[in-house]
Nanobody, 127 residues
Framework: QVQLIESGGGLVQAGASLSLSCVVSGRAGPSGSNYHMGWFRQAPGKEREFVAAVTWSGYSTRLADSVKGRFTISRDNAKNTVYLQMNDLKPEDPAVYYC?????????????????WGQGTQVSVSS
């Protein structure tokens, strides 16, 4: 069973940077359950939305249009960790950010494509 533990959330000023980490326990890499990893977010009163994803190999990534050019996703399978580097945070970015694991990979990833969810970490941005 794969478990995901996020860290790195917090309160920053608009324009600042923040890095989220997600430690993956269980078999989530090559020769096991080859999960692709990603991040979703959910702001109050809104639905969960896709933010970023990376293939199990780490060679391919996808980013939501709203974060392209500002966010970067990466993974280090040796450390069983997935990262989300968030730069130039904007007032529309605050949300609970969830680390996710999925076997699906396509143009669009939705909540129904996700196999495992982390517990979430809060990101807040002050103007």
């Amino acid at each position: 069973q794969v478990q995901l533990i996020e860290s790195g959330g917090g309160l920053v000023q608009a324009g600042a940077s923040l890095s989220l980490s997600c430690v993956v326990s269980g078999r989530a890499g090559p020769s096991g359950s080859n999960y692709h990893m990603g991040w979703f977010r959910q702001a109050p009163g809104k639905e969960r939305e896709f933010v970023a994803a990376v293939t199990w190999s780490g060679y391919s990534t996808r980013l939501a249009d709203s974060v392209k050019g500002r966010f970067t996703i990466s993974r280090d399978n040796a450390k069983n960790t997935v990262y989300l580097q968030m730069n130039d945070l904007k007032p529309e970015d605050p949300a609970v950010y969830y680390c996710v694991a999925t076997r699906a990979w396509g143009t669009v990833l939705g909540p129904n494509d996700i196999d495992v969810w982390g517990q979430g970490t809060q990101v807040s941005v002050s103007s």
